[in-house]
């Protein structure tokens, strides 16, 4: 059983398009981090969010911790190329970060 | 440059063969772990290790062993492979922190195929 869903599970837009994944959960998370990893690559972490109600920016992408910290979600504005790759979201279930659960991922791909 | 190393990149290999891949990294990080990525299930978390002779089960630790000797060495061993062990295995690594996640610093994956 996923302990983390993540939607949608593949989407594919024109470049220029605004986006939204989405990373749910019934259990509540003491953080949650975005990866995004690229064909051939390990993930490479994007943010980390720890507060309820957290929104942080990193250029074109904005992310969003949950009021409950159960969800979070990645928004992506005028996606370009480059954005393309698989999108993981990671929650830490307790303070400490030994137990780790990543979602399924979010296949992006922006077409030029 | 900073980085985890993991060696074969892709292995072949038949059932009951015993193998193993290795895991470096060369940040003094005390914390690793090992992954397995399939379709549609993400990223597994196998074994992961907080320090120097301290490992722990993940969620998915059936078949596989690991040992933490050294701080920077982190190898996965099969004992013996099965097809179901087909997979893509990451190891990561990162510093301990307190509270929050620490960045997990991730290596290349071995594709491993188990026939």
């Known amino acids: 059983t996923q302990l983390l869903e993540q939607s949608p599970q593949f989407l594919s837009i024109q470049e220029g398009e605004n986006l939204t994944v989405y990373c749910n959960s019934s259990?509540?998370?003491?953080?949650l981090q975005w990866y995004r990893q690229e064909p051939g690559e390990g993930p490479v972490l994007l943010v980390t969010?720890?507060?309820?109600?957290e929104v942080k920016k990193l250029k074109r992408l904005t992310f969003q911790f949950g009021d409950a910290r159960k969800d979070s979600s990645l928004h992506i504005t005028a996606a370009q190329p480059g954005d393309t790759g698989l999108y993981l979201c990671a929650g830490a279930r307790e303070t400490s970060y030994d137990k780790v659960i990543f979602g399924p991922g979010t296949s992006l791909s922006v077409i030029p | 440059e900073a980085q985890v190393t993991q060696n074969p990149r892709y292995l072949i290999t038949v059932t009951g063969k015993k193998l193993t891949v290795t895991c470096s990294q060369n940040m003094n990080h005390e914390y690793m772990s090992w992954y397995r990525q399939d379709p549609g299930l993400g990223l597994r978390q196998i074994y992961y290790?907080?320090?120097?002779?301290?490992?722990d089960k993940g969620d998915v630790p059936e078949g596989y062993k690991v040992s933490r000797k050294e701080k920077r060495n982190f190898p996965l061993i099969l004992e013996s492979p099965s097809p179901n062990q087909t997979s893509l295995y990451f190891c990561?690594?990162?510093?301990?922190?307190?509270?929050?996640?620490?960045?997990?610093?991730f290596g290349p994956g071995t594709r491993l195929l188990v026939l």
């Open positions: 990561a690594s990162s510093f301990l922190g307190s509270g929050s996640q620490e960045t997990q610093y």
């Open positions: 259990s509540v998370f003491s953080s």
């Open positions: 969010v720890v507060t309820g109600g």
């Open positions: 290790s907080m320090n120097v002779e301290v490992t």
